[in-house]
């Protein structure tokens, strides 16, 4: 278990699959997470969590230091091994957003991942329709690198979907 000055960062269980479950089911969460339709994700999605999870370098469950309650999940995947490349991920309930939360988990898994991972870079895809995420990870040093225009078709509107990363020289730099 990992912690910071508010958040427990930990390694997920079975019974945190319904949690997850029920985060990537909110439907202010779902449009800012899937290229789909918001929909009901049925519990055969939850097979996908737990190979998601399973799978990733970093896969975290981050919950409220203070109660223990469930907040979201964070992942990193090392995309590319011979490259030094992770891709970052965290989603968060509505409940726990503009608290600050984003930018603590964001911070400290980032950090864990150049230290430990031994990464040169860290990459991450956010939907330009989700301004909160993509200043919460300006804040803490990406910088958006490409814009995939019209990428998904969403809301009844084409939404474009930017790529972003941040290099371990930059990350250190800042430190």
Request: hydrophobic share 45%.
């Amino acid at each position: 278990m990992l912690t910071t000055e508010r958040l427990i960062l930990r390694s997920y269980v079975e019974s945190d699959l319904d949690d997850i479950h029920r985060l990537w089911n909110d439907p202010l969460v779902q449009p800012f997470i899937m290229n789909d339709a918001v929909t009901l994700l049925g519990p055969k999605f939850k097979e996908k969590i737990r190979v998601a999870m399973d799978q990733a370098n970093f896969g975290a469950v981050i919950a409220l230091k203070e109660t223990g309650e469930f907040m979201g999940q964070g992942l990193i995947t090392v995309s590319e091994p011979k490259n030094r490349d992770g891709t970052f991920g965290i989603c968060l309930l509505p409940k726990f957003w503009s608290n600050g939360y984003g930018t603590e988990a964001t911070k400290f898994m980032i950090d864990f991942s150049f230290k430990w991972f031994g990464l040169n870079r860290m990459s991450l895809g956010v939907f330009a329709n989700n301004p909160r995420a993509i200043a919460v990870y300006e804040k803490v040093g990406f910088v958006i690198e490409g814009r995939k225009r019209q990428a998904v078709w969403m809301d009844n509107h084409w939404e474009d979907l930017l790529t972003m990363g941040i290099l371990r020289d930059e990350w250190q730099g800042q430190r």
